[in-house]
């Protein structure tokens, strides 16, 4: 059974950093791409990040840019997000995604949609 | 960015009844090549994580229900809801996998009148 389990969210304030992680299992994490996808309280879905399942092609959202980087260790079945200079608008569920399995010749952006999420982890961003 | 647009933003049904949910996107998401439109629906209940019920706008997740059914090609989407049971009350999104950054819908709640 595929499971994602996200940790290190928190309470932070404005321009303070905070890493969350995503430990997953029950499948071969290396193979797959993963997400980020944000919930701010009471809103819809955001996409945040994407990696590759080699971690050598990373995408980002606008509004995260240059103030969040996604890694992920292969060898610790583990996915990353370190959030640097983090503004009150950042304040949200935070869920990792495992994508769905989309062949190559048919993924046109390197990633896919979530098929598979983590229960989330909190990140409140407030003085 | 693709903008993704649904509608109604909420709807309240009876139990048994069908719901349709409308999706429409800002530019079209069917990839030719392929003949394939790269939309997902999600369902979110209270306290949840999404959950993927659609993909290829109209293929079914394993082990979703078939009253749920997604239809549509370019840029008009659909999901329906056959018969509508107490436990589908949520919210559903859809998603384009068209192009990045990855979109969504801004959701659709279900509830039971």
């Known amino acids: 059974e595929v499971q994602l389990l996200e940790s290190g969210g928190g309470l932070v304030q404005p321009g303070g950093s905070l890493r969350l992680s995503c430990a997953a299992s029950g499948f071969t994490f290396g193979s797959y791409a993963m997400n980020w996808v944000r919930q701010a309280p009471g809103k819809g879905l955001q996409w945040v990040s994407g990696i590759s399942g080699s971690g050598s092609s990373t995408y980002y959202a606008d509004s995260v840019k240059g103030r969040f980087t996604i890694s992920r260790d292969n060898s610790k079945n583990t996915l990353y997000l370190q959030m640097n200079s983090l503004r009150a608008e950042d304040t949200a569920v935070y869920y990792c995604?495992?994508?769905?399995?989309?062949?190559?010749?048919?993924?046109?952006?390197?990633?896919?949609?979530?098929?598979?999420w983590g229960q989330g982890t909190l990140v409140t961003v407030s003085s | 960015d693709i903008v993704m647009t649904q509608s109604p933003d909420s709807l309240a049904l009876s139990l048994g009844e069908r719901a349709t949910i409308h999706c429409k996107s800002s530019q079209s998401v069917l990839y030719r090549s392929n003949n394939k439109n790269y939309l997902t629906w999600y369902q979110q209940k209270p306290g949840q994580p999404p959950k993927l019920l659609i993909y290829w706008a109209s293929t079914r997740e394993s082990g979703v229900p078939d009253r749920f059914s997604g239809s549509g090609s370019g840029t008009d989407f659909t999901l329906t809801i056959s018969s509508l049971q107490a436990e589908d009350v949520a919210v559903y999104y859809c998603?384009?996998?068209?192009?990045?950054?990855?979109?969504f819908g801004q959701g659709t709640k279900v509830e039971i009148e």
């Open positions: 998603q384009q996998y068209y192009s990045t950054p990855v979109t």
């Open positions: 995604g495992k994508d769905l399995d989309i062949p190559y010749y048919e993924n046109l952006i390197g990633y896919g949609p979530p098929r598979t």
